[in-house]
């Protein structure tokens, strides 16, 4: 079993990366872990030219395989995402508009291989849920294009910096345990 943690945030010591560090050291007590970063990978923006729609592939050359790789090694997808003006960093929705080829609603495309599970966890300063919900919404309409099924998520309000997550250990403990349980390990 593989997991795959996503920092879906640019910046790599922040809440986000906090967040992505406990979970892999949970998880990785019992399966295999491979955190990456958004900002890890250079890659250009879609443009809409649907192209992919017909020939399943990208003209553009960059990271989006090298991504893809990875979620395709994968058994469980997590992607821990920050509200950025109350949705996704660009950075992570830039690499969305470039999974095209992998979308399920044109013939041919690409895939990567089935039955793989998806979480989502989503943070922000504010204390309303429902910007949070906004981001798990966004997160989990992808998985479902890439057939990856949703299968749990994660809201934490009120986290600004780095600090605000180990009041948070519990939650992201309990989370954890869930992603095991359903794992059947
Ligand atoms: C550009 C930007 C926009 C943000 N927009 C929101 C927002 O709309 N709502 C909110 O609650 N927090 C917002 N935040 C705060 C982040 O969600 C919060 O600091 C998060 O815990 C950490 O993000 P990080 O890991 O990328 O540093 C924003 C932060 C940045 C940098």
Redo the contacts with the bound molecule.
């Keep these: 079993m593989k997991a795959l943690v996503i920092n879906c ?3 790599r010591n ?4 906090e967040i992505v560090h406990i979970v892999s050291e949970q998880l990785a007590e019992k399966m295999a872990v491979k955190c990456i970063c958004i900002d890890d990978y250079r890659f250009g923006f879609c443009r809409g030219c649907r192209s992919c729609h017909l020939s399943a592939k990208c003209d553009l050359d960059d990271d989006i395989p090298v991504i893809l790789k990875e979620f395709d090694l994968a058994d469980i997808i997590i992607c821990v995402s ?5 949705d996704i ?1 660009g950075q992570f929705k830039a690499f969305i508009d470039r999974c095209t080829p992998w979308c399920n609603t044109h013939e041919p495309h690409a895939a990567i291989a089935a039955g793989k599970k998806g979480y989502s966890i989503a ?4 204390p309303g849920m429902k ?1 949070c919900e906004r981001i798990i919404s966004s997160l989990e309409h992808f998985y479902g294009h890439l057939e990856i099924v949703p299968s749990g998520s994660l809201a934490l309000c009120s ?3 780095k600090e ?1 997550v180990l009041p948070r250990m519990q939650e992201i403990t309990d989370f954890c345990s869930t992603i095991y349980r359903r794992a059947r390990i």
Excluded at 14 to 17: C, F, I
Excluded at 82 to 86: I, K, T
Excluded at 123 to 126: A, D, K, S, W
């Design positions: 945030s640019p910046v922040g809440a986000t990366a920050p509200s950025y003006w109350a960093p943070l922000r300063t504010g910007e986290v600004e910096g605000d």
